[in-house]
């Protein structure tokens, strides 16, 4: 969340305390999601934070985290009734235990601390003998800073003693080798760029050990070969006598997943609208039509080899979905640019958050 969408929000009336039905205050979504502590103090300024360790942490407020603390650095019971619910906001990948021990009451706080770029409450914390490199959640809390280029909490985490090397049960790579991985498929990312510094290794070095790999030869993800099977679909139902971009996009959209996701919310589309006017289109994947095959349009085909040489370029084994679709969007004048300028967003846009994906 941008810190000046909320100020706009603000301004023209929105409730920063308003309760959703969920019965959860707006703070804490924010909390959560924005992944802004900037954005989120505009919303605080405003509203009347409740009382809780992770919401303390959350807001930067380290009196706060170390009234919920013992004198030996555990939570106290205080601590256990107000809890974040990361699935009831809609925060994949976190959910709350019912009966949490002390380690996993920290790591809500910690982690929330995280998202919000809190760096002196996790300092404080780590100071009171929170396990930095905890698994409780299936990989350490650098590995998630490293995997989102959080720069200043990834540094933070490396004064507070991260093992840069560990490994969790649910994210095999270490930290060091997720940065390595991150910028090698983005080298001019600048923050990508830093973690590498952060965790101890030569930017350049990996670019020039990456430069002398040999490429193999590419195959295409299973994920992308139904997208340009759905392509083939959609240009027979209509009419067409071969493959065009249009086609290639409303094939990676039929088949799902990140090039869906990508296109529909990360644009910020009028999506409402757009699945209207192309609901027909966006059928079931079984539903086909099973025709002879279809030759490829030679705007289609140049697509997919700059599909295919965006994935050699960033070291990939496979061609994936998200490649083609930055293809398709790196076209101004083309399909995807159109739909898009015509539902309210840009291509532009959507492939400046693409470059950061891929």
């Not at 540094?155 to 093992?163: Q, S, Y």
């Not at 840069?164 to 600048?190: K, M, N, V, Y």
């Not at 006017?277 to 002879?292: G, K, Y």
Request: overall charge negative; proline content about 6%.
């Amino acid at each position: 969340m941008k810190t000046e969408k909320v100020r706009w929000l603000l301004e023209r009336g929105a409730d920063p305390n308003w309760i959703a039905p969920n019965g959860i205050p707006v703070l804490e979504h924010a909390l959560i999601r924005y992944w802004n502590g900037e954005a989120v103090d505009v919303v605080a300024a405003r509203a009347t934070p409740r009382k809780a360790l992770w919401i303390a942490a959350g807001l930067g407020d380290v009196d706060g985290v170390r009234r919920s603390l013992d004198a030996h650095g555990k939570p106290r019971p205080a601590a256990r009734r107000l809890r974040p619910d990361f699935d009831a906001v809609g925060f994949g990948g976190f959910l709350s235990h019912p009966d949490p021990d002390d380690e996993e009451i920290l790591m809500e706080a910690f982690l929330v601390a995280m998202l919000n770029g809190r760096t002196a409450v996790l300092e404080y914390m780590a100071s009171r003998g929170f396990p930095v490199n905890s698994l409780v959640y299936g990989a350490a809390a650098i590995s998630f800073a490293v995997g989102n280029s959080m720069t200043a909490v990834v540094e933070c985490l490396v004064r507070c003693g991260a093992d840069l090397d560990l490994r969790g049960w649910h994210h095999r790579q270490s930290a060091r080798e997720i940065a390595r991985e991150l910028f090698e498929s983005a080298p001019e990312h600048a923050n990508r760029r830093r973690v590498v510094e952060l965790c101890g290794m030569d930017p350049d070095a990996i670019l020039a050990e990456r430069d002398e790999r040999p490429v193999n030869p590419l195959g295409i993800d299973p994920k992308l070969r139904e997208g340009l099977d759905l392509a083939r679909d959609d240009a027979r139902r209509l009419g067409q006598s071969d493959i065009r971009p249009e086609n290639l996009l409303f094939g990676l959209l039929r088949s799902g997943g990140l090039p869906l996701m990508f296109f529909t919310k990360v644009s910020r589309m009028d999506l409402d609208r757009f699945r209207a006017d192309v609901w027909d289109r966006v059928r079931a994947t079984e539903d086909r039509i099973h025709r002879p095959d279809l030759p490829l349009h030679p705007d289609a085909e140049a697509a997919i080899q700059a599909a295919r040489a965006l994935a050699t370029e960033r070291r990939r084994e496979m061609v994936q979905g998200l490649h083609l679709l930055y293809a398709l969007t790196n076209t101004p004048d083309g399909a995807a640019a159109e739909l898009l300028t015509q539902y309210g967003s840009s291509a532009a846009m959507l492939n400046a958050k693409l470059e950061g994906a891929l």
